[in-house]
């Protein structure tokens, strides 16, 4: 799976572990559990273990993005 990572992946995860956020569920999530009868205090910990799988995913990649920038250097495509 992690060699399946290309930068559009790379920067998917990025953004989805941005915005799981283990301290503070969404206003919309929060509304959700507790209709479907589900403890703040479990919430919290499926977002924790979430936001932890989600950065140890991006940090075990194959890709860098490093990479990227160092192409882009070489074409002048940056300052």
């Given at each position: ?15 989805v572990a ?32 979430l936001h ?9 990649s194959d ?17």
């Open positions: 799976m992690l060699k399946d990572i290309n930068k559009n992946r790379y920067n998917a995860l990025c953004l941005d915005h799981i956020c283990p301290s503070e569920p969404s206003r919309e999530m929060r509304l959700d559990a507790i209709i479907r009868d589900v403890p703040d205090e479990d919430l919290r910990w499926v977002l924790g273990r932890y799988f989600l950065l140890k995913i991006i940090e075990d890709y860098d993005p490093a990479e990227d920038i160092e192409n882009l250097d070489s074409i002048g495509l940056t300052d």
